[in-house]
Structures are given as structure tokens and as C-alpha cells.
């Protein structure tokens, strides 16, 4: 094993909300942090807070590569903190000239897979050492222990986990939320099927919240008290999303005494500005990887739809209205509660089986190491997708003697396959009577019909077949002639036209 990194200094590029936390996490463990950010304010004020806060360390400004590279020990270590994509590149570039064989650079954004794989081979050729690690859990995680998901080779992870262990959330056994992701970009990878479930979770929780507010007529406050519930007991119990679903419920503005949720506009733009990738290269990757991950998918078309309210508010004018969510008739309400409950629980595990396939099958084709003990590990705390039933009691027997040949669906698990037989009924009633209701819900409606889907061997898509077959000669498999059911062309056509 390759010794422990000891650094006295290290250096954030990339000073806003994640990096000023996380500069600050390092001056709470004994270094100084040198600072690099376009906004000479942003560094000032993050000076300024830090000593506010009491940090114990230096932070200190650099305005340029040069200073910095110059101040920094070797081996240098570079925590970025940056937008993805073209910002990424242009501070390599701009780097590169003050770098010596050895430096380290922990690329902390949600940066694409590939481009971490691409600065990966320019920085090689340096005998710089590149990870790419994904971070999750928002700024105030950022500032008091992010789940971090590192990338590389064995040795530069043994030289930089037990710097990061230091700075890391704990999970509920108590150890780090940090391990080894994986080889090459992996860290991104399974950072961006991190928010690909991140996705999922929050459309079905904000689903639910829909058909409680207009459903059930049920007040914040009550909702609040329904979504602390779910997070205290059961298989939604300390689940992030749904704890601080509890506390947006409730929240009021000290200033104005409103409460902040009802005054928070309908749209989800993010992943149309291009702030964030994550959502749209995980949804990419399922189909690219052939995997339907529909509970992810259809969240993600709910925020693109939501995002363009100018849109809806034309289609809406031009198709005279819409039925507005109406209140959910004969419903008994806590009976109804208990069956929301476990629909959106069904939502949350449907977004961790459809992101557990795809970085499966990303895995074998990539050759990305996973090590999927350690993500599970890193997802069991200061993440935003952490679920304590989820992941512990369920998710992590299923992997705990995964072998790196091994190829796991967690469907064919009956652990799992369990829970969504147990939780099925209660799904499928929740989804009626919202249909019913003309209430939204995308996500949840998907995971029904992803679970009947994926349990049938007896799909309409014989006639789908035949209709490719009719027109495009594209042959199909005849019933019964096919034991291994493999995903391979079929061997008949029939002329069902002559041309
Ligand atoms: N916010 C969150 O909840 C999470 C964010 N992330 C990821 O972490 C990364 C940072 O996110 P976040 O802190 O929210 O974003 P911010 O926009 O708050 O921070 C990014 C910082 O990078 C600075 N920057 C831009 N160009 C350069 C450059 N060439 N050199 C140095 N600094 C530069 C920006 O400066 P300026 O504003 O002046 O352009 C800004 O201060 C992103 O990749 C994001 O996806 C990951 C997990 C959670
Ligand atoms: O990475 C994150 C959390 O894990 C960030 O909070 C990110 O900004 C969330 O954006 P999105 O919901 O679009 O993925």
C-alpha cells in the first residue's frame, strides 16, 4: 500500500457553495487551504467566515496558478470544486505548466465520466495523479461532511482516502462516507446515477406531497407531520429526501412569517440551463446501456416539463384549461396514508434497482472496477439518496460477497423482489386513484408499470414484433423456440405482404 498523503497545504479551485464548505473542512483538520476562484469576494468572504466560524487554519487568497503552485508542498494537492465541462479543462490548461510528477488533483465536481477520463490520460502522461470524485449532499454537507466518491488507481486512492476520511460524513456504523468508487471515471459515473436516483426519489416524494395537498386536502403542517412519520419508522426511515420533505413542509420565512414553500414557483430548470448534467447523462447512459429506468427517466421529463412554464401556460390557454388535481373521493385517509407511504417507498428502491443495473452493466462494458461495497458504504450517509432501509437492509447483503466478475441484478433477488410484491397492491391503488383525481404522478405510475413489465412473460410486444416484422422484414423468435430468451434477432420472418 502506498503511504498516507501528509499535507500541511492543500488548494481549492472553486470557492462557492461546495468548495468554500469543504475549504473550511480542511482548515478544521490541520492545513492551510490555499484559495483559487475567479471572485476575489467569494474568496474574502469565505477568509471572513472562517475566522468567523473559528477555523483554526489559514485560508489564503491566490489571485493566480503561479503563487499558488509556488506555496503549495509537494507533492501538491488540488481539491476542484468547479462547473463542469469547459471550466474544468481551461483550469488544467491553465495548471499544467506549474505541475510536477506526483501532484494530485481531486476533480470534486459533477463533472461527465468521460471528460474525467480524458483529464485522466493528459495528466498521466505528467505523472500527475487525477481523481475523479463525485460529492454529494449540498452545501451544508459540504461544510459539515460530504459523501465523497473517489476514482483511481490503488495507489493514489491509498495516498488520498485517509485525507478524505477525515473530512467525510459518517455513516450509521460510524465509518466514513468515502471509499473506493472504482477505477478510472467511476467516481463520476456512479456520482451521476447517484442523482439519476436522486431524481427518482425526489419525483415520487414530490408526488406524493401533490396528491396529499390536493388529495387529501391535508395542510403543510400535516404533511410534516406524515413525512416525519415516514422518515421515523419503516422502510422510508432515514431517508434524507423525506426529512427534509418534512422541514420544506414547515418552514416559514422569520422575515415575512410566510411559509417559503408556498411561495416556490412549479419549475425545475436546472438541467435545462445546463447548470447541472448529471440528470440528462444519466438518463443518456440507461438507454445507451439498454436499461429501462423508467421511475428515473419520467422524473426527469417531469422537470423538463415544469421547467418551461411559459409553455405550459400557452398549451394550457390553447387547450382551454386543464382538470386541476381534484380531492380524492372515498378514500379512507389513514388507511390511504400507510398505501402513499409504501408507493413512494416502491418509487425510492424502484430509483436505486434502475441505478444499480445501469452501473452494473456500465461496469462490465467500461471495465470501471466498481467496488460496491464501499458506494454502498458512500450513499449510507451525508448523500442525498441515503435510505436506511434501503441500503442497509436490503441493498447491502445482496452485495457484501460480490466478487468483480459477478454481475448483479438486485431483481433477481427475492429480498428485494419481496418488497416490491409486499408493497404492489398499496402502488397500484395510490396510482388509480390519483389517475382518478387527474393528479400527477410520473414517477410513481412508471415503477407500476416497470414492475408489471419486467415480472410478465406474456408482454404485448408479440404484436410490436410482428408489426417490425411486417414492414421491415425484422425477424422475430417464434413462442417457445427460444430457451435462453437472449436478447438476440430472431431466426423467422414471415412475407406477410408481398412487396
Ligand atoms: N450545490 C450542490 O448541492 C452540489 C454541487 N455539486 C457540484 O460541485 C461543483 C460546484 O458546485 P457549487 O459549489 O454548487 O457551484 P458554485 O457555482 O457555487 O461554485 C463554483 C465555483 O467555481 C468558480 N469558478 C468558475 N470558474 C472558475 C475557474 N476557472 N477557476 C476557479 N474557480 C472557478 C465559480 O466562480 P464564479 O461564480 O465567479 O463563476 C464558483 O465560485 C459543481 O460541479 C456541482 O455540480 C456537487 C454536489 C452538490
Ligand atoms: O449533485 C447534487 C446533489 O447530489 C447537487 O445538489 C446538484 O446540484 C443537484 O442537481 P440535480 O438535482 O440536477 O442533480
Redesign the pocket.
Known amino acids: 500500500m502506498a503511504p498516507a498523503l501528509d499535507v500541511k497545504k492543500i488548494a481549492m ?8 464548505g469543504m475549504a473550511q473542512l480542511f482548515a478544521e483538520q490541520g492545513m492551510s487551504v490555499g484559495l ?4 476575489t469576494d ?1 474568496m474574502d468572504q469565505l477568509i471572513q467566515r472562517a475566522q468567523k466560524d473559528g477555523v483554526p487554519n489559514e485560508l489564503k487568497r491566490f489571485d493566480d496558478y503561479k503563487s499558488l503552485c509556488a506555496w503549495l508542498d509537494n507533492p501538491r494537492v488540488f481539491v476542484w ?4 465541462g469547459f ?1 474544468g479543462d ?2 488544467l490548461e ?1 495548471l499544467m505548466p506549474y505541475l510536477s510528477k506526483g501532484d494530485i488533483i481531486i476533480d ?4 461527465h465520466w468521460e471528460n474525467s477520463e480524458r483529464r485522466m490520460g493528459v495528466c498521466v502522461t505528467k505523472g500527475i495523479r487525477y481523481v475523479g470524485m ?6 451544508q454537507a ?1 461544510r459539515r461532511g ?1 459523501s465523497m466518491c473517489p476514482a483511481a488507481d490503488d495507489e493514489t486512492l491509498d495516498m488520498v482516502l485517509p485525507l478524505l476520511e477525515k473530512v467525510a460524513a459518517k455513516g450509521s456504523n460510524g465509518k466514513p462516507c468515502v471509499g473506493r468508487a472504482g477505477t478510472g471515471g467511476a467516481g463520476h459515473y456512479v ?1 451521476m446515477i447517484h442523482n439519476g436516483i436522486e431524481h427518482g426519489m425526489m419525483s415520487a416524494i414530490s408526488e406524493a406531497w401533490g396528491i396529499m395537498i390536493k388529495g387529501l386536502g391535508m395542510s403543510n403542517d400535516e404533511i410534516s407531520d406524515e413525512f416525519q412519520r415516514w422518515n421515523e419508522n419503516g422502510e422510508l426511515r432515514n431517508t434524507f429526501l423525506v426529512d427534509i420533505s418534512a422541514k420544506i413542509c414547515r418552514t416559514k420565512d422569520p422575515k415575512t412569517g410566510e411559509r417559503v414553500l408556498d411561495t416556490v414557483e412549479d419549475k425545475v430548470v436546472q438541467d435545462v440551463t445546463g ?2 448534467g ?1 440528470g440528462v447523462w444519466s438518463n443518456t447512459e440507461a438507454v445507451a446501456e439498454h436499461i429501462p429506468a423508467p421511475t428515473m427517466t419520467v422524473a426527469h421529463y417531469l422537470r423538463l416539463a415544469s421547467s418551461d412554464l411559459a409553455q405550459r401556460r400557452r398549451i394550457n390557454k390553447t387547450f382551454g384549461g386543464n382538470a386541476p388535481p381534484q380531492t380524492l373521493e372515498g378514500v379512507q385517509k389513514k388507511e390511504f396514508l400507510e398505501s402513499l407511504r409504501l408507493a413512494t417507498y416502491l418509487g425510492c428502491l424502484a430509483s436505486y434497482v434502475q441505478g444499480m443495473i445501469i452501473i452494473d452493466r456500465a461496469d462490465k462494458e467500461k471495465h470501471f472496477n466498481i467496488n460496491y461495497n464501499d458506494v454502498l458504504q458512500i450513499w449510507s450517509g451525508g448523500c442525498i439518496i441515503q435510505a436506511d432501509y434501503i441500503s442497509e437492509k436490503l441493498l447491502h447483503p445482496i452485495y457484501k460477497d460480490y466478487k468483480s466478475k459477478d454481475s448483479i441484478n438486485p431483481l433477481y433477488e427475492t429480498a428485494v423482489a419481496d418488497e416490491f410484491k409486499r408493497g404492489f397492491s398499496d402502488l397500484k391503488k395510490v396510482c388509480l386513484k390519483a389517475m382518478e383525481g387527474d393528479h400527477n404522478i410520473p414517477a410513481l405510475s412508471a415503477t407500476l408499470e416497470w414492475l408489471k413489465i419486467l415480472t410478465s412473460v406474456d408482454l404485448p410486444t408479440s404484436f410490436y414484433e410482428a408489426q417490425l416484422d411486417y414492414f421491415g422484414n425484422h425477424m422475430y423468435d417464434k413462442k417457445g423456440d427460444d430457451p435462453s430468451g437472449a436478447a438476440v434477432t430472431g431466426k423467422y420472418s414471415f412475407e406477410w405482404k408481398p412487396a
Do not use: F, R, W
Open positions: 479551485i472553486g470557492c462557492g457553495s461546495m468548495g468554500g483559487q476562484d475567479p471572485s467569494a470544486s468547479l462547473p463542469h471550466v481551461k483550469v491553465g470534486a465536481a459533477n463533472e463525485g460529492v454529494s449532499g449540498g452545501y459540504a460530504p456520482k447548470e447541472e448529471t
